[in-house]
């Protein structure tokens, strides 16, 4: 089915788990940093709605859980693939990856998959622990909507990174590139705080523009603030848009590497 | 007066580094971007979070500004002199940490000799810039006990941070990826940007012992609410000495662990 | 003596990963540890001038010796005075009197061009201006420092790179280098020049030189005195000369046994003359001459292995630094 090697693919996604899930002492460490930084925000939004019950049009409660929940996506989405692309291209291991028989971004794709489901078998878990002692729970309308926002983000978020590590090839120094991106993704995105403190200009602009869909379109259907499937379809339009992309930027920039032998 | 020889070499090398680095006009734009996004972002979200209120447990728009302001301007002397650290983990990895054994200097100095990086110069234009913002019509702009404060804290602090970030990086030398360390306080740092008063006791606590108090908390007690600033001046004096003494020390006991490591 | 070692020692401390679940848990009350010796009980001395060739096999406890000299690693017990100092205690002020190169670390600064890596190095070890240029002057005419001297240090090939980090350890006029395998890695010409550039510095400015190397050419044509050290001792030091005759005079006998009996020949001989350096090449054994070892007696030895042809081969240095380690490997299994 479209040629894609399914095998291999498994092969890699479940090679790259097992390698997250072998180091112990980060898993631990990554995990506990995550409860820490989850627990300060809780008391940081609590602080925030003391004195008055509703912000932006939310309750502490819808507040203070999207912003957990974009926090939580936000701990096992983004697996840095900018910067592991960016390091093999610089250092010429991509070569050893180019006479592999499977296109570059799809294995790039399994290997980040594979990080992606290792983080999430130990964040989500922590997670749960973390809303039952603050007595919070979760009520998506449907789960199966809100599992497929989930992975179209995990897309979304995986083709601007695989298209940043591209420029790996252009410039020496990639801090500026990645941190510009990061900071658009998490704050256009919603990671950071609920679209719905934007001022509404700002939000009718960001209607048109696909940083929404990173972590307000899913965080949307988890909490059950969306039922309706439309901002769905329009994530998933984004999607194959950012997929198209990132295949024409790969096919560009790898053809150029052979032609000037970089 | 004639300079030792670590700081000619030193000055040599930032006058190197400083012309390298602006020779790759789009890498010096494109970091100009990065450091700009992220610190635009972080104030946006600060701003639209406190909303119309612009208060938060007491604490108004103005003054948390200025705290985030001076969390950039404490964290710019490492950007420009320190940027070489996130390298710490790879040279141990690769041997080319050896050469630290073999210059004649103290190896955190030897740190600051391996790379310079003007990006520290506009962190600092925009925490400062931030600062100004924080307080425009404040009656403290007119204080010049303010600005004192602010002369001699702001270098103590960004001790302290350094010590922070550096000692975190520097688990590598016994756990080898010091990645998830560093996760771990880049969280509790971004959060000491904030009034530690929001937050529980157990957390001011940790704040307090780590300590990221020391960063934004109490230097801004002084500054912007009244605390003593002889007093705040002299602990946050005294806390920069323990803490760079204590990473001196970390790092004679790395650089031990480090050479008996190998064959 | 420039560099002198007494007893110089050195134990690894290992944890011994725990088995089953018992283990475990007493490892996270305390864990047990395994000591190895990587170093036992070496001593030499180094004049000034001198250049000596620290040789081994892999794991043998060469870099473990010359950490230990540079200042790098600490001695389990003994003693190192180079230059008058002591290489840990007076760390700062001892690396000013030496130069090190790591073959493949670099000590210089990435992104900066060579000359910029030259002028630094040249503050932080003080080096006077009228030396400085007299140095840089030598390395252009003897390395062809200009070819490469204004690009920087990550645009360079491997070769040029090695070159100016060997320049770099000279920079500052050092009393001794220490080279822990300088040419890995290099082609013929640039194995050339960076040799031609050590022996012009050693010869001429008198700066001693303590070289480790797997390339055998590299102690051939550098050093006067080999050390040779395998599991942590030093077995050999001496002249090259010296060494030549220690493993036999150079020249070896070949023999031709009937095939079956070769390998019960070499043990026959081994157990006769434990250090004494025997190989096999296919049907042919190649014993090392040995004045503990006459013809006679040789051929004694070998007679009840059926010889059908008898020939004298030159040996190359290689083969027998090689024999003498196979003949410690074969001493240790005895």
Not at chain 1, 236 to 246: D, E, I, P, R, Y
Not at chain 2, 3 to 25: N, Q
Not at chain 2, 165 to 191: Q, R
Not at chain 3, 15 to 37: F, S, T, V
Request: charged share 15%; hydrophobic share 50%.
């Amino acid at each position: 089915m479209l040629g894609i090697p399914f095998k291999g693919c498994a092969a890699l996604a479940w090679g790259s788990a097992r390698l997250v899930a072998t180091d112990r002492k980060g898993r631990w460490l990554v995990t506990i940093g995550y409860l820490i930084a989850m627990w300060l925000l809780y008391y940081l939004w609590a602080a925030l709605y003391a004195d008055t019950p509703t912000r932006a049009g939310m309750t502490f409660n819808s507040a203070v859980l999207h912003v957990l929940v974009a926090q939580t996506l936000l701990a096992f989405l983004p697996v840095g693939t900018d910067w592991r692309l960016a390091r093999e291209i610089r250092s010429g291991e991509i070569a050893t990856q180019l006479i592999l028989p499977m296109s570059l971004p799809l294995r790039q794709f399994a290997i980040s998959l594979g990080r992606a489901l290792a983080k999430a078998t130990y964040i989500l878990p922590a997670f749960a622990l973390f809303l039952w002692y603050f007595d919070l729970s979760l009520t998506p309308k449907t789960i199966p909507l809100a599992l497929a926002s989930i992975a179209l983000s995990f897309v979304l978020l995986f083709c601007i990174d695989f298209v940043v590590a591209l420029a790996g090839f252009i410039a020496t120094d990639l801090w500026g590139i990645t941190a510009s991106k990061d900071a658009l993704v998490m704050f256009l995105g919603g990671a950071l705080i609920p679209m719905a403190f934007f001022p509404a200009g700002m939000r009718e602009v960001l209607a048109y523009l696909p940083f929404g869909h990173f972590f307000n379109t899913p965080v949307g259907y988890i909490n059950g603030e969306i039922v309706s499937v439309q901002p769905l379809l329009i994530q998933a339009a984004w999607a194959l848009g950012f997929v198209l992309a990132a295949a024409w930027a790969g096919r560009v920039v790898l053809r150029k590497l052979i032609v000037f032998g970089a | 007066m004639q300079l030792s020889p670590f700081w000619r070499a030193y000055r040599r090398m930032v006058g190197s580094e400083a012309r390298a680095r602006l020779e790759h006009r789009a890498d010096f734009a494109l970091m100009i971007l990065g450091v700009a996004a992220t610190s635009l972002s972080t104030a946006a979200t600060l701003y639209f979070m406190l909303g119309a209120t612009g208060t938060i447990a007491g604490w108004h728009r103005g003054e948390l500004i200025f705290m985030q302001g001076f969390m950039f301007c404490i964290f710019a002397p490492q950007s420009a002199c320190y940027n070489g650290m996130f390298w710490l983990e790879h040279w141990l990895k690769t041997g080319a940490f050896l050469r630290f054994y073999t210059r004649p200097a103290n190896p955190l100095l030897l740190l600051a000799l391996e790379r310079f990086h003007p990006q520290g110069f506009v962190v600092l234009a925009i925490g400062l810039a931030y600062c100004l913002f924080g307080l425009w019509g404040s009656p403290l702009l007119s204080e010049p006990l303010f600005y004192l404060g602010f002369v001699l804290l702001l270098p103590l602090s960004a001790l302290v941070l350094w010590v922070i970030n550096l000692a975190a990086i520097s688990t590598c030398f016994w756990i080898g990826e010091s990645d998830p360390v560093f996760s771990m306080s880049g969280k509790l740092t971004d959060m000491s940007r904030y009034p530690l008063d929001l937050f529980p006791k157990l957390a001011t606590m940790i704040f307090m012992a780590l300590p990221l108090a020391g960063t934004v908390w109490w230097p801004c007690q002084a500054l912007l609410r009244g605390a003593s600033l002889p007093l705040t001046v002299l602990g946050m004096a005294a806390l920069a000495v323990i803490c760079v003494g204590l990473l001196n020390g970390m790092w004679q006991r790395g650089m031990r662990r480090y050479a008996g490591a190998g064959g | 003596m420039l560099i002198q070692v007494e007893n110089l020692s050195r134990v690894y401390r290992t944890p011994i990963a725990p088995k089953n679940w018992g283990e475990r848990l007493k490892h996270l009350l305390r864990a047990n540890y395994e000591d190895k010796l990587s170093v036992s009980a070496v001593n030499f001395n180094i004049a000034a001038g001198e250049c000596v060739g620290l040789v081994g096999p892999n794991g043998a406890g060469k870099s473990t010796t010359i950490k230990m000299l540079t200042g790098i690693l600490e001695p389990s017990s003994g003693r190192v005075l180079v230059a008058g100092y002591h290489p840990q205690r007076d760390r700062v002020k001892y690396v000013k009197k030496i130069g090190v190169v790591f073959g493949q670390r670099s000590q210089l600064w990435w992104d900066l061009p060579v000359k910029d890596s030259f002028e630094i190095l040249q503050a932080l070890f003080d080096v006077p201006q009228a030396a400085f240029k007299a140095r840089l002057d030598l390395f252009r005419r003897e390395a062809n420092l200009d070819e490469f001297y204004q690009r920087p240090v990550r645009t360079l090939s491997l070769g040029q790179r090695m070159l100016c980090e060997i320049a770099a350890a000279f920079l500052h006029s050092p009393d001794v280098v220490f080279l822990d395998e300088p040419t890995i890695g290099l082609d013929l010409d640039m194995k050339a020049r960076m040799r031609g550039l050590i022996r012009k510095l050693n010869q001429e400015s008198g700066t001693t030189v303590l070289i480790t190397s797997h390339d055998v050419g590299d102690i051939e044509r550098l050093t006067q005195r080999l050390l040779l050290i395998d599991k942590g001792t030093l077995r050999f030091d001496g002249s090259l000369a010296d060494f030549r005759s220690h493993a036999g005079d150079g020249r070896w006998w070949a023999a031709r046994l009937q095939p079956d009996l070769v390998a019960a020949a070499e043990i026959q001989l081994r157990a006769h003359h434990s250090a004494l350096p025997v190989r096999q090449r296919g049907e042919w054994l190649e014993i090392a001459r040995h004045d503990t070892l006459p013809f006679a007696e040789l051929m004694q030895l070998l007679a009840p292995y059926s010889v059908s042809e008898l020939k004298p081969v030159e040996q190359e240095f290689e083969e027998l630094l090689h024999g003498f380690y196979l003949a410690n490997q074969a001493e240790a299994v005895c």
